[in-house]
């Protein structure tokens, strides 16, 4: 079972330089996250798509866009990458109920010089 | 605004005794779920036990419970026979019940080491 799985899982790039971020999910969920993990704090929501053909800021969404290309897949975007953008990013998918736990993806550590 | 408290940056544990792992919230709805996921070092965020607020009876799973505390706003952790494998970063978090409250609110973790 794949779940969650996100390309790629480490990516170093220039100030300025653009990239994608790829999530899939094998689960059949209708919703689907970006979440960006910072040293000495916990997750925060970048962006959320509820369901296909939707998406939503979350609470960092700045610097970021975002593609629910099909129900199993949920890209988010770095147009002009900038230093403060390093991170690690996580990808969870979930159902479409508010009571349905969201599961991760592995994460993709991104350094921005 | 919820917020999510760890107030334990770090805690460590002997192997095959038990630890308890503190969380605290806060929050002015009275319908919301709350979670522990584990980090370990590979990364991936690990789902270990959920609780439903407007459930009395703490959750368990295996080693793993909760003492959850709804009037106190607490929602702690205990691992019965720690084993090595435990290990990890823990993040307790938050979700509203409410539609539209898509994002977890998470702590800022709990590193756990495990002494053999």
Redesign the interface.
């Not at chain 2, 959850?68 to 019940?97: E, H, N, P, T």
């Given at each position: 079972n794949a779940g969650v799985t996100q390309t790629p899982k480490f990516q170093v790039l220039k100030t300025g330089q653009s990239m994608t971020l790829q999530c899939a999910q094998d689960m059949n969920h209708n919703?689907m996250?970006w979440?960006r993990q910072d040293p000495?704090?916990?997750?925060?929501?970048i962006y959320?798509s509820?369901s296909e053909g939707t998406t939503?800021k979350?609470?960092v969404p700045n610097g970021y866009n975002v593609s629910r290309l099909n129900k199993r897949e949920f890209s988010l975007r770095l147009e002009s990458a900038a230093p403060s953008q390093t991170s690690?990013y996580?990808c969870?998918s979930s159902g479409s109920f508010?009571?349905d736990?969201?599961?991760?993806g592995?994460?993709t550590?991104l350094t921005v010089l | 605004a919820q917020t999510v408290t760890q107030s334990q940056p770090e805690m460590s544990v002997q192997e095959a005794e038990t630890v308890t792992l503190s969380c605290t919230y806060d929050t002015s709805e009275s319908d919301y779920y709350l979670f522990w996921y584990k980090q370990p070092p590979s990364r991936q965020m690990i789902l270990v036990i959920r609780q439903e607020a407007y459930k009395q009876q703490n959750a368990t799973e295996n080693r793993f419970s909760v003492n959850f505390q709804k009037a106190a706003k607490s929602f702690s952790l205990k691992i019965s026979d720690s084993q090595l494998g435990d290990a990890a970063m823990y993040f307790c978090a938050y979700r509203s019940a409410r539609g539209g409250s898509e994002k977890l609110v998470f702590g800022k973790g709990t590193k756990l080491t495990v002494n053999p």
């Amino acid at each position: 079972n794949a779940g969650v799985t996100q390309t790629p899982k480490f990516q170093v790039l220039k100030t300025g330089q653009s990239m994608t971020l790829q999530c899939a999910q094998d689960m059949n969920h209708n919703s689907m996250y970006w979440y960006r993990q910072d040293p000495g704090m916990g997750l925060r929501l970048i962006y959320y798509s509820a369901s296909e053909g939707t998406t939503d800021k979350g609470e960092v969404p700045n610097g970021y866009n975002v593609s629910r290309l099909n129900k199993r897949e949920f890209s988010l975007r770095l147009e002009s990458a900038a230093p403060s953008q390093t991170s690690v990013y996580f990808c969870a998918s979930s159902g479409s109920f508010v009571a349905d736990t969201q599961y991760f993806g592995p994460g993709t550590r991104l350094t921005v010089l | 605004a919820q917020t999510v408290t760890q107030s334990q940056p770090e805690m460590s544990v002997q192997e095959a005794e038990t630890v308890t792992l503190s969380c605290t919230y806060d929050t002015s709805e009275s319908d919301y779920y709350l979670f522990w996921y584990k980090q370990p070092p590979s990364r991936q965020m690990i789902l270990v036990i959920r609780q439903e607020a407007y459930k009395q009876q703490n959750a368990t799973e295996n080693r793993f419970s909760v003492n959850f505390q709804k009037a106190a706003k607490s929602f702690s952790l205990k691992i019965s026979d720690s084993q090595l494998g435990d290990a990890a970063m823990y993040f307790c978090a938050y979700r509203s019940a409410r539609g539209g409250s898509e994002k977890l609110v998470f702590g800022k973790g709990t590193k756990l080491t495990v002494n053999p």
